[in-house]
């Protein structure tokens, strides 16, 4: 207290005072008091570390209590789960009647979402196929400005070249030809759909034209089979102590001894699969299947569903020729009908075609079951 009052008079004594003047002043009261000073520090220093061992010890005994409570409050858990385990149909009904429910708690799965799952999608879609060759992959193709394409076949001849005898006429020859008119028409077909499927499905846009071109090659083998068939030259082969692969053999051989180049054979696949079956059995020799490919005497098989079961194609496909006024086009209309006002889109496709058999005789249409 003796130094506390010591201050207060010197507090008294410089108020006014200039800086320098209470500089000094506190200087000379620290050198004269310098003992007092320390030990009125150490008094204090003790007297705090004796405050804050209180607050420790009380901390202490605060920790000791809580973890007493959640113990206590643990049990006391586990009492009232038991209890309401035991006692579960006791308590289904309360209060004059009303039921209370108790969901049990249990491992999440799907069933505790509300709403969708979240899902990754794939936006194409999963399409039948199109059909292994069409005819036009064949052929040849001739664009025309008209609807008719008229070509001139030599059909016949009468009289002879040969060797001149000294002092008589040369042999005579004169050749007969034929017109044919071939007139082409439209293919054709169309597909509706909405803006709005247009919209929320982005890859309808893609998926129509790949869908539309299936069908329509699909539709243009068909007519052109048709055509085929009545055009190319009949089959004389029968299967009669033959195999299939034979039986093509034969047919390649009439064609050469006609002078016809034989480029393709064309097949069901499943007559396909049959020749590859019985060739090593057969003609090992004539028969290969390499890289993918199945070859008769060197002529490459193809497989096509629009021929029907069990017959067959040998011939020279450069005399065949796909005619064609109008080629292949696929158009959109927004405006087409009433598309306009019901917010349709018509997706078009379409070709102004026919086919040319252009040399019956180099093109044989035959029958595996011929008997």
Known sequence: MELEQKLNDLADKLEGKSKEVVINAITE????????????????????EVKFKALQDHANILD?????????????????????KDNSESILKVKKGQEIELKVVGDMTTGNLT??????????????PAQKVNVADLVGSVNIDGGTYTYTRESGAEGSIGAQTEGS???????????????????????????KMRN??????????????????KAENAAFQAVLAADATASTEIITGSSKSKMLINEIGKLEDADYDINGIVVRPSDYLDILKTAKQD????????????????????????????KYYVGDWSRVNKINTEGLSLEFSEVEGTNFVTNNITARIE????????????LVYGDFTAV
């Open 351 to 362: 070709s102004q075609t026919a086919l040319a058999v252009e040399q019956p005789a180099a």
């Open 29 to 48: 009261f620290k050198a004269e008091n310098k003992t007092a000073i320390e030990n009125a520090v150490k008094d204090a220093t003790d007297a705090m």
């Open 283 to 310: 003609l090992e020799s004539a028969v290969t299947y390499e890289g993918g490919a199945l070859r008769v005497a060197g002529v490459q098989v193809l497989k096509a569903t629009w021929l029907p079961a069990n």
């Open 64 to 84: 000791v209590k809580l973890k007493e409570n959640q113990t206590q409050e643990k049990a006391k858990g586990d009492f009232i789960v038991n209890a309401i």
């Open 115 to 128: 709403g969708d799952e979240p899902r990754s999608y794939n936006f194409d879609i999963v399409k039948f």
């Open 200 to 217: 929320n499905l982005s890859y309808i846009t893609s998926a129509i034209p790949m869908l539309l071109r299936r069908d329509y090659f």
């Open 169 to 195: 006429s040369k042999s005579q020859k004169d050749y007969d030809f034929t017109t044919v008119d071939v007139t082409t028409d439209f293919i054709a077909g169309f597909s509706r759909y909405s803006k």
